[in-house]
């Protein structure tokens, strides 16, 4: 079939039309942000990643004690303990382990855990979503909440251990019967020492968390376990949720974001492609009565940082407006000629596609 010119025009312009809504689009695409290279140096008051991550209580923060709720756990390398009665079980055999259990039937158990004499290996290992907070005691308290069961893992090794516990089930001193609700005990053993595995349970009525006392010797108490060549903990498509921050410390590809809240709480949530937190430590919050508060550090290759909610990361617009003056009019000269080119070429289109459909108009 042959075209008339009328009919050549008016396909002409829906051809335009339809470039041009094609650039639109593109342009709409290529304002949203792109991946930036972020650092950061934030206090908060609570911190969750979606990476694994072990903390040392054997470093420059020396663990006080521990209270575990709603753990399972085992004690082992016992060679006697206090008072002596605890030493032997029903037959008068010693034992050199305790395994400590819940009850289905009863509440989630307690104890609390004071090393002391020599250390050997002191870690926590806290897969992903945990949920890290300080709390607003003194001396300072880093509370770990579990969300699965064996999500929180505590090794803890030590010439001796304190040991006070509720509700427990201790078969190697009760048999399979309860006995008495709780127990206070002093274990000593030999180096390595008492060494005592505990790994979170399955959640129930109460929460499921483990808080560490550590002895307040500095302004800072890094938590970080050590790495070769100071390794962090490594991030791949990770998220970090940083809640009740202050002074956030965020820069940009080497630059501070200029709408960035420093004078309230706010959140922070990073959507990091690659990186490293590269330290958590216990930090006297500045503006919180001294109270202890999470201090988290490193960098990324962000494709999100958001505030509140609101994206800190610039877009292609925002990255023109924030160059330099001279190189920033060359750019707005550009933007100028393509928006008045895409403009004739629209006004052009529908004049046409008026004659054609409605040529007395």
Same mark, same amino acid.
């Given at each position: &079939?042959?075209?008339?010119?009328?009919?050549?025009?008016?396909?002409?312009?829906?051809? /335009?039309? !339809?470039? &041009?809504?094609?650039?639109?689009?593109?342009?709409?695409?290529?304002?949203?942000?792109?991946?930036?290279?972020?650092?950061?140096?934030?206090?908060?008051?609570?911190?969750?990643?979606?990476?694994?991550?072990?903390?040392?209580?054997?470093?420059?923060?020396?663990?006080?004690?521990?209270?575990?709720?709603?753990?399972?756990?085992?004690?082992?390398?016992?060679?006697?303990? $206090?008072? *002596?009665?605890?030493?032997? =079980?029903?037959?008068?055999?010693? /034992?050199?382990?305790? $395994?400590?259990?819940?009850?289905? +039937?009863?509440?989630?158990? +307690?104890?609390?855990?004071?090393? #002391?004499?020599?250390?050997?290996?002191?870690?926590?290992?806290?897969?992903?979503?945990?949920?890290?907070?300080?709390? $607003?005691?003194?001396?300072?308290?880093?509370?770990?909440?579990?969300?699965?069961?064996? +999500? *929180?893992?505590?090794?803890?090794?030590?010439?001796?251990?304190?040991?006070?516990?509720?509700?427990?089930? %201790?078969?190697? @001193?009760?048999?399979?019967?309860? !006995? %008495? +609700?709780?127990?206070?005990?002093?274990?000593?053993?030999?180096?390595?020492?008492? *060494?005592?595995?505990?790994?979170?349970?399955?959640?129930? #009525?109460?929460?499921?968390? %483990?808080?560490?006392?550590?002895?307040?010797?500095?302004?800072?108490?890094?938590?970080?376990?050590?790495?070769? #060549? #100071?390794?962090?903990?490594?991030?791949? =498509?990770?998220?970090?949720?940083?809640?009740?921050?202050?002074?956030?410390?965020?820069?940009?590809?080497?630059?501070?974001?200029?709408?960035?809240?420093?004078?309230?709480?706010?959140? @922070?949530?990073?959507?990091?492609?690659?990186?490293?937190?590269?330290?958590?430590?216990?930090?006297?919050?500045?503006?919180?009565?001294?109270?202890?508060?999470?201090?988290?550090?490193?960098?990324?290759?962000?494709?999100?940082?958001?505030?509140?909610?609101?994206?800190?990361?610039?877009?292609?617009?925002?990255? @023109?407006?924030?160059?330099?003056?001279?190189?920033?009019?060359? /750019?707005?000269?550009?933007?100028?000629?393509?928006?008045?080119?895409?403009?004739?070429?629209?006004?052009?289109?529908?004049?046409?596609?008026?004659?054609?459909?409605?040529? !007395?108009?």
């Amino acid at each position: &079939m042959k075209l008339n010119a009328d009919q050549k025009s008016v396909i002409r312009a829906i051809v /335009w039309l !339809g470039l &041009m809504v094609g650039v639109m689009v593109a342009v709409l695409v290529r304002n949203k942000p792109s991946a930036k290279t972020v650092k950061f140096d934030i206090v908060c008051a609570q911190f969750a990643a979606r990476v694994p991550i072990e903390l040392n209580l054997n470093g420059a923060a020396q663990l006080s004690s521990a209270q575990i709720h709603g753990f399972e756990a085992s004690v082992k390398n016992v060679q006697s303990a $206090t008072p *002596i009665s605890m030493f032997q =079980n029903r037959q008068g055999t010693k /034992w050199r382990s305790l $395994t400590l259990s819940s009850r289905p +039937d009863r509440a989630s158990p +307690d104890a609390t855990l004071k090393p #002391g004499g020599g250390f050997g290996t002191m870690t926590v290992d806290v897969n992903p979503r945990v949920v890290m907070s300080s709390s $607003t005691a003194v001396p300072p308290v880093l509370m770990l909440t579990s969300k699965a069961s064996r +999500d *929180i893992h505590l090794v803890l090794q030590s010439e001796q251990l304190d040991l006070r516990e509720d509700l427990y089930r %201790i078969p190697e @001193i009760f048999g399979t019967s309860r !006995g %008495i +609700d709780s127990l206070a005990m002093k274990l000593v053993g030999a180096l390595p020492g008492v *060494i005592l595995d505990a790994y979170s349970g399955e959640p129930r #009525g109460s929460p499921v968390r %483990i808080d560490l006392t550590f002895v307040p010797i500095g302004d800072a108490l890094p938590l970080m376990a050590p790495g070769g #060549g #100071g390794a962090g903990a490594p991030l791949h =498509n990770a998220e970090l949720d940083l809640f009740g921050t202050e002074k956030p410390g965020i820069e940009i590809e080497g630059k501070r974001p200029s709408d960035l809240i420093a004078d309230q709480r706010t959140s @922070i949530v990073i959507r990091a492609r690659t990186g490293q937190i590269s330290g958590i430590s216990l930090v006297a919050a500045a503006g919180s009565n001294g109270a202890p508060g999470l201090e988290v550090s490193g960098f990324a290759e962000a494709e999100s940082v958001k505030q509140d909610d609101h994206e800190l990361l610039p877009t292609f617009v925002h990255e @023109i407006l924030d160059k330099p003056y001279d190189e920033r009019t060359y /750019w707005l000269i550009a933007l100028g000629f393509v928006a008045f080119f895409i403009f004739k070429i629209v006004d052009r289109a529908f004049e046409i596609l008026l004659k054609t459909f409605l040529p !007395g108009g």
